[in-house]
């Protein structure tokens, strides 16, 4: 059978091969111990190869950024296709990036003491996250396809939902228990709760609230 897929181009390949290794020096020796130079060693390309494609160690990171957010809406798309009660898919969406994300848990707290700088590169409001950031932002958008929503809070439920994402992900870098199983109990029990206030925010006097809420969400500036 004839396909018309294309094998990835040689620079994406090299790209590609940077960042995995990148990726498992991270694991191996954490974030802070590990140099663009034995990174490009172990990757077998030149030092100024390396800055090439990433030219520095936190570009590397958002790389990484990317590459999660990309693993992550791939596996939500059967999710997202299939349909069904908002808060099921929220809760398998949420599972789904649990799973991408589970085989870099060694090393999380590593970028997690960069990310939580509000002026470093690495963290996820950052403007150099912009665009993993938007990507994110962008699947709870789908998310929300076919969902009955107060029409004055469709605009912001997109980022609200990522933030609470953004609270699963912190929860999670801290998450000691095996597996990270406590992550995965706080999906499955706080997804049903999102889906119930989001039906209570078309009720007459809860809306009011709701929309108190999220203008307040966008004057002290966190919607963009």
């Known amino acids: 059978?004839?396909?018309?897929?294309?094998?990835?181009?040689?620079?994406?390949?090299?790209r590609a091969l940077i960042l995995e290794t990148a990726l498992r020096l991270f694991r191996e020796n954490g974030y802070d111990k590990t140099t663009m130079r034995a990174i490009a060693k172990e990757a077998g390309v030149s030092v100024g190869n390396a800055y090439y494609y990433f030219e520095s160690k936190e570009h590397l990171v958002q790389g990484f950024y990317d590459h999660m957010v990309a693993e992550h809406r791939a596996r939500s798309a059967p999710v997202l296709a299939a349909g069904g009660d908002f808060a099921d898919r929220l809760?398998?969406?949420?599972?789904?990036?649990?799973?991408?994300?589970?085989?870099?848990?060694?090393?999380?707290?590593?970028?997690?003491?960069?990310?939580?700088?509000?002026?470093?590169?690495?963290s996820p409001f950052s403007e150099e996250s912009g665009a993993a950031r938007a990507d994110g932002i962008a699947l709870h958008r789908a998310l929300l396809d076919g969902v009955k929503v107060d029409p004055q809070l469709r605009d912001d439920l997109p980022e609200l939902l990522w933030l609470f994402q953004m609270g699963?992900?912190?929860?999670?870098?801290?998450?000691?228990?095996?597996?990270?199983?406590?992550?995965?109990?706080?999906?499955?029990?706080?997804?049903?709760?999102?889906?119930?206030?989001?039906?209570?925010?078309?009720?007459?006097?809860?809306?009011?609230?709701?929309?108190?809420?999220?203008?307040l969400f966008r004057d002290v500036g966190w919607a963009r």
């Open 168 to 215: 699963i992900v912190l929860f999670w870098v801290h998450d000691r228990s095996e597996g990270q199983a406590n992550s995965r109990t706080l999906v499955r029990r706080s997804a049903p709760m999102v889906g119930r206030l989001l039906q209570l925010s078309r009720v007459p006097g809860v809306r009011k609230v709701a929309r108190e809420a999220t203008q």
């Open 91 to 122: 809760r398998e969406v949420l599972l789904a990036w649990l799973d991408v994300s589970g085989p870099y848990h060694a090393f999380a707290t590593q970028f997690f003491k960069n990310a939580a700088d509000p002026n470093s590169p690495l």
């Open 1 to 14: 059978m004839e396909t018309d897929a294309k094998p990835p181009a040689k620079g994406e390949q090299t």
